[in-house]
């Protein structure tokens, strides 16, 4: 496996990526919120959504983008920014359903190091509590991440 910059060809790949990486917690929010709820938040549909989210976020300009292959096909993304003595990542998936270990943990590695090359001192990521999103905070764990504030996040429908 190997890292490297993002480039304009990998943007279907990416948004594939994201899309199958975020079907459990599509799932679950549609799931623990409703119908009403998980339509308005992913007007283009759960299959959909993610991978349209990340477009926008790749198409902003605001984030760096990095891409993890295998034997030249891409199985992971991830995106990351730099304000000053922070750093944070965001999005990022990759495609288990190759069987490969460690995409995450080379994402992460090579986001890592762009931080330090940009004298980083802190790094977040956010991600939810629930169980759709435990094999993503495994992953942080692994990566190091010990420290964490814990918040939750409310919805209403109104009338």
């Not at 080379?106 to 990521?125: I, L, S």
Request: charged residues 25%; aromatic residues 8%.
């Amino acid at each position: 496996m190997n890292m490297r910059e993002y480039r304009e060809e990998d943007l279907a790949k990416v948004m594939d990526i994201a899309n199958i990486a975020w079907q459990p917690i599509r799932k679950m929010s549609r799931e623990t919120l409703g119908d009403t709820i998980a339509d308005i938040m992913n007007p283009a549909g759960d299959a959909l959504s993610k991978g349209l989210q990340v477009k926008e976020q790749i198409e902003s300009g605001n984030w760096g983008i990095a891409v993890c292959e295998h034997e030249g096909e891409v199985v992971g993304f991830i995106t990351y920014s730099i304000n000053g003595l922070w750093g944070e990542i965001c999005n990022n998936g990759a495609l288990t359903s190759t069987g490969l270990k460690g995409i995450g943990q080379t994402m992460y590695k090579f986001v890592m190091d762009e931080f330090r090359k940009a004298n980083v001192k802190v790094v977040k990521v956010t991600t939810g509590l629930d169980w759709a999103h435990a094999p993503a905070r495994r992953a942080y764990e692994r990566a190091g991440f010990k420290k964490h504030l814990d918040s939750t996040t409310y919805f209403m429908e109104l009338d």
